[in-house]
Structures are given as C-alpha cells and as structure tokens.
C-alpha cells in the first residue's frame, strides 16, 4: 500500500530524515516511535503532502505520489488526523465531516451526507452529529479527527499522536475504535509516544532517532531493542 525509499528531508543545512525506507503492506498497522525530534512528523508530512521532500520516493498503492499535493494525495487515497485537532468551530459535528465527504472524497449530496454519517457512526459520533465542533470536548475534538479523515475514504490513514493529551481511560475508548477500523480492513501508519495505546493495535513498530529507522519488527522484538532503550536515554517506553 505504502512504499517509502531513500526519503531525504532537509530544512537548510538540518537534515530531519535521512535516507528512510518502509513499506506497509495492505491491511498492516504500523506504529512509529522514537523520541522528540527523530523526525517522525515530518515523515507523515512527507506522507501525506504537507511536507516537502529533498531525496527519495513515497508511493501509493504503486503510484509515485512524491511530489503531488496533498489534495491530490487525499483524492487518491490517504487521509490524516492532525496531532492537534483543527475542527471548524462554528459548524456542527456533521458539518465538519460533510465538508471532508465533499472535498476530500469528492461526493456531492446524498453520498456525501451518507458517507459522513457513516464516518460519525464508525468513530462513535453520531449523538454528537448537531453540534457544535467548537463546544466538543477534547476526546470528542480527536473523533471528530478521525471521523473526518475516515470521511474522505483513505486506503491508507495516517494518525498523529490521536492518544495525546487523553487521559488513560479516553484512549482506550479510541484505541478500541482503531482497532475496529483496523479489523474492517484499513492500512494504518500511527505516530504515537502512548506505546501502550500503539501496541493494542499495530502488527509493526518503527522506531525513528535521529532521522534514520533504527529498529523495524514486532512491538516485541522493537521494545526489546536495546539500541531502541539507548535513543530514550535509558528510560523505559510508557
């Protein structure tokens, strides 16, 4: 689904990624790790088109999605949540997820308002349709995120820190969506620092430092990793 080779990122004289490659096949959930400033944002900037890239390749199921916009890339087939959620806080819950329905996916009329039905009732939104996005709480605000980027219909759906910020109880309640959008199929990449929240739904853990991949296998093998414990300055992964 997602092939990923060589993929240099440069602001300057700083290089954030250097020389990355990860292939995620359909189905697979892949979480990635690593500490602040490894470059893991900037990866799923590069993903989804929001971010520039100096070397390397990123395709979509097989097609060379490099250097098209992100409206290009959404419309073909990748939808993101942001680490901070960006809802428009004078329209309603339905509102938000219709506009991603008909500028993302590209529906107009009764497919869009169903296909965001839809995206509200598969992240657990739907009592919360009529109102305002402004006035959702934060657990509401990240699935609203999420229901907006189900929304477009991704074949590969990117999720920056979605636990952020949730108290341990709240992200449980998205994790168990996740994994419920994992079961019906969709190829995931999710930037977390809540590990405990990653390992409940990814087949894979990446862990990025210093730009560069520097373990790649099961939560298992990669939590294990003692160069994994190095890059977090001993500490353990919570």
Not at 120 to 130: I, Y
Not at 210 to 216: K, P, T
Request: aromatic share 2%.
């Amino acid at each position: 689904m997602l092939e990923v080779e060589h993929l240099a990122v440069s602001f300057g004289t700083l290089r954030v990624l250097d020389d990355v490659s990860l292939a995620i096949p359909p189905g697979q959930a892949v979480g990635i790790v690593g500490p602040n400033g490894a470059g893991k944002s900037t990866l799923i900037n590069a993903v989804s088109g929001t971010g520039q890239v100096s070397r390397g390749t990123v395709r979509l199921a097989g097609r060379d999605v490099t250097h098209t916009s992100a409206a290009r890339r959404c419309r073909w087939g990748i939808g993101r949540s942001h680490q901070i959620p960006r809802p428009f806080g004078d329209l309603s819950v339905f509102e938000n997820v219709l506009v991603a329905a008909e500028r993302g996916a590209g529906l107009r009329g009764r497919d869009a308002a169903a296909q965001a039905l839809r995206s509200l009732e598969a992240t657990g939104l739907l009592s919360a349709a009529n109102t305002m996005a402004g006035a959702v709480p934060l657990l509401g605000r990240k699935r609203l995120e999420l229901a907006r980027a189900l929304a477009t219909s991704p074949q590969l759906l990117l999720l920056d820190e979605i636990a952020g910020g949730l108290t341990e109880g709240e992200a449980d309640e998205l994790v168990s969506t996740v994994l419920s959008l994992k079961q019906a199929g969709v190829t995931i990449m999710w930037i977390e620092h809540v590990v405990k929240a990653l390992v409940q739904v990814v087949d894979r853990l990446v862990c990025l430092a210093f730009g560069r991949i520097v373990a790649d296998g099961s939560p298992e093998e990669v939590l294990a990793s003692r160069e994994v414990a190095e890059v977090y300055l001993g500490g353990a992964l919570a």
